[in-house]
């Protein structure tokens, strides 16, 4: 059983930075996939970003590509998300997520483990 704990939310002016760390435990981290969905007030749930643990490759939604950077740390078990030049439309609640196998499923009913969340606000 895998747990997922996230941290590094906060408030930004636009144009500013954040990261986001999800430490992972209990768990096959080394062949996992991981990944950031967000999820704003009356919105789905959508995946901006995902790793596969195992080999570090990295797929980006459209949306977040050239300014989310998703990276790891195998010797922590902990994933990250740098953002940067953050838009008030950034703002919403992250998760870190995660399923195991040998590749990532970005669609959100793939994800059996997620974390608590983390509040990202963004204002202009």
């Known amino acids: 059983q895998a747990q997922l704990v996230e941290s590094g939310g906060g408030s930004v002016q636009a144009g500013g930075s954040l990261r986001l760390s999800c430490a992972a435990s209990g768990a096959t981290y080394s062949t996992s996939c991981m990944a950031w969905f967000r999820q704003a007030p009356g919105k789905e749930r959508e995946g901006v970003a995902f790793?596969?643990?195992?080999?570090?490759?990295?797929y980006y939604a459209d949306s977040v590509k050239g300014r989310f950077t998703i990276s790891q740390d195998n010797a922590k078990n902990t994933v990250y998300l740098q953002m940067n030049s953050l838009k008030p439309e950034d703002t919403a609640m992250y998760y870190c997520?995660?399923?195991?196998?040998?590749?990532?499923?970005?669609?959100?009913?793939?994800?059996?483990?997620w974390g608590q969340g983390t509040q990202v606000t963004v204002s202009s």
């Open positions: 997520a995660a399923h195991s196998g040998g590749f990532c499923y970005t669609n959100v009913e793939r994800f059996g483990y």
């Open positions: 790793i596969y643990t195992g080999g570090g490759s990295t």
